[in-house]
Nanobody, 126 residues
Framework: QVQLVESGGGLVQAGASLRLSCAAS????????MGWFRQAPGKEREFVAA????????NYADSVKGRFTISRDNAKNTLYLQMNSLKPEDTAVYYC???????????????????WGQGTHVTVSS
């Protein structure tokens, strides 16, 4: 089992950057494929980005491709999301998640994840 805690959210202006972190405790994070999701008010939780156990494979939602970068440091048991050129439509609660069973495009499905953090708020003003 793993516990996940996100940090790094905040209020920024459009065009700014933020880096989210997700610190894991319990079982080592290298055991899990991991992802970032977000949920805006009144909307369903949506896929943002995912990364394989070793970090060699990543995939992104079209809406963030080229602006966001997912990475991980297994030695530090931490997942990151670097967010550049932020837009007001990026405003949401951002969650990190971990799963040990699925990989590849299955990582885009939130129901395939076993463990979730509590979320960190990102607000982008225009």
């Amino acid at each position: 089992q793993v516990q996940l805690v996100e940090s790094g959210g905040g209020l920024v202006q459009a065009g700014a950057s933020l880096r989210l972190s997700c610190a894991a405790s319990g079982r080592t994070v290298s055991s899990y494929e991991m992802g970032w999701f977000r949920q805006a008010p009144g909307k369903e939780r949506e896929f943002v980005a995912a990364i394989s156990r070793g970090g060699g494979d990543t995939n992104y939602a079209d809406s963030v491709k080229g602006r966001f970068t997912i990475s991980r440091d297994n030695a530090k048991n931490t997942l990151y999301l670097q967010m550049n050129s932020l837009k007001p439509e990026d405003t949401a609660v951002y969650y990190c998640a971990a799963n040990a069973r699925y990989s590849g495009t299955w990582l885009r499905v939130p129901q395939n994840y076993d463990y979730w953090g509590q979320g960190t708020h990102v607000t982008v003003s225009s």
